[in-house]
């Protein structure tokens, strides 16, 4: 009871969700509908509630710097200061250094990710960097190598994590993607 449909659109309500993901298995490009449009006080107000357990507030779900606008917004409430002036670090997920194989799973490019990785590296706000581990489909080699380029000197400095592919939001089954 938590789905329905408006103007051909889902629409979710978090009231009456039980958190089962039987939408996600239902939708057959396995996305969550699990979406909230917030404003940064509206979210901002959600991070308040939970001051006292957490070190800081991540943001992820896509590229996040797409929203420059949103993430200044909530991260100047959180310190009061212009987005990377108020960013401790940041923690970037590589999907795929080939566009090809970046763009079937996540339906858009990887310049922007590249681009990112070029910024924050020369800023010094990379945190860590995040290689998105898809056996037999992403070309990890590749990856570290495409990343080192990028980050120059900086890359003995720049802590690499390996995290497992999740496969929420992807367009399609895995298996239906090209190899690298």
């Not at 659109?9 to 039987?22: F, S």
């Not at 200061?81 to 250094?97: F, I, N, P, Q, Y």
């Not at 763009?103 to 310049?111: K, Q």
Request: with cysteine.
């Amino acid at each position: 009871g938590a789905l329905s449909m408006v103007d051909g659109h889902v629409v979710w309500d978090e009231a009456l969700c039980a958190w089962c993901d039987d939408c996600i298995r239902t939708c057959s490009h396995h996305a969550s509908p699990r979406v909230l449009w917030m404003t940064p006080e509206a979210a901002m107000e959600r991070v308040s509630r939970n001051i006292p357990f957490i070190r800081g507030i991540t943001v992820s779900g896509g590229e996040c710097s797409l929203y420059p606008g949103f993430l200044t917004g909530l991260f100047t409430l959180a310190k009061e200061r212009a987005l990377m002036e108020v960013c401790d670090g940041v923690m970037l997920d590589v999907k795929s250094w080939d566009p090809a194989v970046h763009r079937a799973l996540t339906g858009a490019d990887n310049a922007a990710v590249k681009k990112n990785l070029a910024f924050l590296s020369e800023t010094g706000k990379l945190e860590e960097l995040r290689l998105v581990v898809v056996d037999g489909l992403v070309d990890a080699e590749a990856v570290i190598a495409g990343a080192a380029e990028t980050l120059g000197p900086r890359a003995a400095e720049t802590r690499l994590k390996l995290i497992t592919f999740r496969p929420q939001g992807v367009r399609g089954r895995l298996e239906n993607h090209p190899s690298p």
